[in-house]
């Protein structure tokens, strides 16, 4: 992030829009969300996605907090995201596809932790659950972080069986 954009975040984004020339919307939600760039809706799917994973294993423990980290970091990896998208891709509508090849296409740097193939599908899985969320479209979203966590589930149960 160049300086200026660090500036201009410092100086606007604790601000509510007051309506005057140059103030920025309270929220997000007078931007189409079909506007938006695909990495923006990775971003917030990303988050979606990580708070999603960290709630359901609450289901399994509640005390060691450093347990839970260890999970949640290999399942929202994007060698599992892109996995998870694979076990799910199935049941995607055209729209749904859609939003995925735009965030897989979208460019970005992919870290050293991934194959370029695992990045670009996670990053398509996650601008589509950014996507579902921010089109307020809770129970589908619902429904494919749920299927997601399922597949991820059943391939680090097969991967520590091999072990």
């Known amino acids: 992030m160049n300086f200026d ?34 990495l923006v809706l990775a971003y917030v799917g990303d988050a979606y996605f990580s708070l999603y994973i960290r709630t359901r294993l609450l289901a ?15 399942m929202v990896s994007a060698a599992m995201q892109a996995r998870g998208y694979k076990g799910i891709e199935g049941m995607l509508s055209e729209e749904e596809l859609a939003v995925v090849r735009r965030g897989r296409n979208a460019k970005s740097n992919v870290p050293k932790s991934a194959t370029v ?9 996650e601008a589509l659950l950014g996507w579902l969320y921010l089109s307020e479209k809770f129970e589908r979203l619902s429904e494919i972080a749920e299927k997601a966590f399922v597949v ?6 097969n991967t520590a069986e091999k072990i």
């Open 152 to 157: 991820i589930s059943r391939e680090m149960t």
């Open 60 to 74: 399994y423990e509640q005390n060691k907090v450093r347990v839970l980290h260890t999970f949640d970091a290999k």
């Open 5 to 38: 954009h660090f500036k201009f975040l410092l100086d606007h984004a604790f601000q509510q829009g007051t309506g005057g020339e140059g103030a920025l919307p309270a929220k997000y939600d007078s931007i189409p969300v079909e506007r938006l760039h695909p």
């Open 117 to 125: 193939h695992e990045y670009r599908y996670s990053t398509g899985f």
